[in-house]
């Protein structure tokens, strides 16, 4: 109505949407969307598992459902390792629950262990189907699609999931199903998931928004943001005695910065037995080869922590000019 506060509704960090025909993954390899919202067969598709379908984004619906029920993500209940290569659905006890949802305890997390098992093929269909589901059971009634028995997919350790001493858990299931309603006619207005700059470009995190800071001429201020000649950049997983590690890639050339601490540790492990000093008269920066990639190593305090390896057919030429100092 075009009296109401709600005209243009917009429904955000679901992760990113697709149609049937795109992907999550970049052609490098990388996943694209919001880790705790994520399904785990989209981090398999990574190592090679068949490419995602339409049941990603009905995964993260449910996530976000059981949020709202419990007050607690469901990736805070395992571990990142568990989190993305063995999944499984935790026990969740009645306490776990705002207070009227408790008496239906078991049918309401039956629900939920079937909107989130960790096979697509085995979760609702539809949104329309799962809200049936969740329906039926604030009724007392357990959906013949519903498990049973969800604690029988757990098999290993996980902290249940617990309501805050001092939240505010939602007071009954209608409240629930009247967001969740609100939601779900914003997606079918909107005709799919706006996503935000945010989610596109996320804030560095502890140590990499540190390295970010300390070289702000080659690293961007945020991830996937281009930075020194036009590279993009983003999160790595760490090597060797490294803190943290950031990859940039882009026209033919591959850039790794890396923390490693301190001085010490960087020039024991993330350094070249034939290295070159360059000086400006101001800067200075130790270089040499590693590999068919060349290293330079910062000199100044408080940048000679960190190792920045460039791998390009002008990798040396490209280092004599690499803005560490600015």
């Known amino acids: 109505h075009r009296d109401s506060a709600w005209n243009v509704p917009l429904l955000t960090d679901f992760g990113i949407s697709l149609t049937q025909d795109e992907t999550r993954l970049t052609s490098a390899g990388f996943l694209i969307g919001t880790d705790r919202y994520m ?89 329309r189907e799962f809200l049936n589901a969740l329906e039926s059971a604030d009724a007392g009634a357990v959906t013949p699609a519903a498990p049973t028995a969800y604690t029988a997919q757990t098999t290993q350790a996980a902290p249940p999931p617990a309501i805050p001493t001092d939240g505010k858990p939602l007071r009954s299931r209608r409240l629930l199903l009247g967001a969740v309603a609100l939601l779900s006619v914003a997606v079918l207005v909107v005709g799919g998931i706006a996503v935000t700059d945010t989610l596109r470009h996320p804030d560095w995190a502890g140590d990499e928004k540190a390295m970010a800071a300390a070289l702000p001429q080659v690293l961007p201020d945020r991830q996937n943001d281009a930075g020194w000649l036009g590279m993009t950049c983003s999160a790595a997983d760490t090597g060797d005695g490294e ?73 040396e030429e490209d280092l004599r000019g690499i803005p560490v100092c600015s």
């Open 39 to 127: 399904a785990p067969e989209q981090f398999r598709s990574v190592q090679g598992g068949p490419v995602p379908g339409d049941s990603v984004d009905l995964y993260a619906f449910a996530l976000i459902v059981f949020e709202m029920l419990t007050l607690r993500p469901l990736r805070e209940t395992m571990s990142q390792e568990a989190w993305r290569f063995a999944r499984r659905f935790p026990e969740v006890p009645a306490h776990a629950l705002a207070a009227p949802d408790q008496s239906r305890a078991g049918e309401i997390v039956g629900v939920l262990a079937r909107a989130l098992a960790d096979d697509p093929s085995q979760r609702y269909a539809s949104a």
């Open 243 to 315: 803190r943290a590690r950031i990859t940039c890639r882009g026209g033919g050339r591959t850039l790794i910065a890396a923390d490693f601490g301190d001085a010490d540790t960087r020039d024991r492990l993330g350094s070249s037995r034939e290295l070159q000093e360059l000086s400006d008269g101001e800067c200075v920066i130790k270089t040499g080869p590693v590999g068919d990639a060349q290293v330079a190593l910062p000199q100044a305090e408080g940048k000679d922590r960190y190792s920045l390896l460039l791998a390009s057919d002008t990798a």
